[in-house]
């Protein structure tokens, strides 16, 4: 493991996603799964702000994502 949790996640993922078979729909309901998880973990009256921050995230990341200069590269980051 190394000091940084996305890059961490990404490599846990990779297996998931080579090949042409990769099911990308399912591998996105697994780290769905983990973030409800997660969010689970959190008090019940923050539950509801912690997701609309996990909304608000995804949002942002996606749009900034796209907007790089090579939006297929997952791995890039604001790290």
């Known amino acids: 493991m190394s000091d940084c949790l996305h890059c961490d996640i990404h490599d846990m993922l990779e297996a998931h996603l080579q090949g042409d078979e990769a099911d990308l729909a399912e591998v996105a309901a ?16 923050d539950r509801g702000l ?21 939006p297929a590269n997952p791995r890039s980051s604001r790290h």
């Open 30 to 45: 697994k780290v769905t799964e983990v973030l409800v998880d997660l969010i689970l973990m959190a008090p019940p009256d």
């Open 50 to 70: 912690l997701m609309a921050d996990v909304l608000a995230n995804l949002g942002g990341i996606l749009l900034e994502k796209s907007q790089q200069a090579d």
